[in-house]
């Protein structure tokens, strides 16, 4: 299989751990995304790196979030001191151009207690 | 705020009939349209991009885009019930430093009938 895969599946933790998802984009595309989604709603953006950098980054991506990148390979999505409000589906997203087609991971679906 | 919208649904049709999902967008210098399909639990996946002015084809789906009018749309021919779904429209963000991140609107949930 060579699209996204993301890392977990599914994820329960208390209120205030910390949890670490990982994202492995299609193996050629330089460009990867991370998205966040609540019932009913459409994904929304977090941030964006190409290659190893960061180059965007959401309002909604608090201090509590940070994801890397660092060879420019699979990436990192860590939430600290989780809060309720983070339950949701975390989306990753990879694509080969700028304004070019994103094809999306599984998901990793976070339920925060 | 830029605004993708879409009409939630239901958007109920039967087996065979041509569904219609309407999608409209604020920001002017958008470039790159595209569809997702969603089942229920599930990630979206990606079924049709757009780039120019009027239609694309692809098997059964049809894509339409109308930038004057700010305006895409999504034709699917002799529905199945495995397209019950919810539909996505996503826009790119575009500004000088993004990597066109994508503006979604929420959905329009598709159910067809037997």
């Known amino acids: 299989d060579t699209g996204v895969s993301q890392d977990p599946r599914h994820k329960i933790t208390k209120r205030g751990q910390n949890v670490t998802f990982r994202c492995d984009p299609i193996?050629?595309?330089?460009?990867l995304y991370w998205y966040r989604q609540t019932l009913g709603q459409g994904p929304e953006f977090l941030t964006y790196?190409?290659?190893?950098?960061?180059?965007?980054k959401s309002r909604l991506l608090s201090d509590r979030f940070s994801a890397e990148r660092p060879k420019g390979s699979f990436s990192t999505l860590e939430i600290q001191r989780t809060e309720q409000g983070d339950s949701a589906m975390y989306l990753c997203?990879?694509?080969?151009?700028?304004?070019?087609?994103?094809?999306f991971g599984p998901g990793t679906r976070l339920t925060v207690l | 705020q830029k605004e993708v919208e879409q009409n939630s649904g239901p958007l109920s049709v039967p087996e065979g009939a041509i569904a219609s999902l309407n999608c409209t967008y604020s920001?002017?210098?958008?470039?790159?349209f595209f569809w997702y399909r969603q089942y229920s639990g599930k990630s979206p996946e990606l079924i049709m991009s757009?780039?120019?002015?009027g239609d694309k084809e692809d098997g059964r789906f049809t894509a339409q885009l109308n930038k004057a009018s700010q305006y895409v749309s999504l034709l699917i021919r002799d529905s199945q019930p495995s397209d019950s779904a919810t539909y996505l429209c996503?826009?790119?963000?575009?500004?000088?430093?993004?990597?066109?991140?994508?503006?979604f609107g929420k959905g329009t949930s598709l159910l067809v009938t037997p």
């Open positions: 997203a990879s694509s080969l151009a700028r304004g070019s087609e994103q094809f």
């Open positions: 193996s050629e595309h330089n460009r």
């Open positions: 790196f190409q290659n190893e950098a960061q180059l965007e």
């Open positions: 920001d002017r210098v958008s470039q790159s």
């Open positions: 757009i780039y120019s002015n």
């Open positions: 996503a826009v790119n963000g575009l500004n000088s430093n993004s990597g066109y991140a994508l503006n």
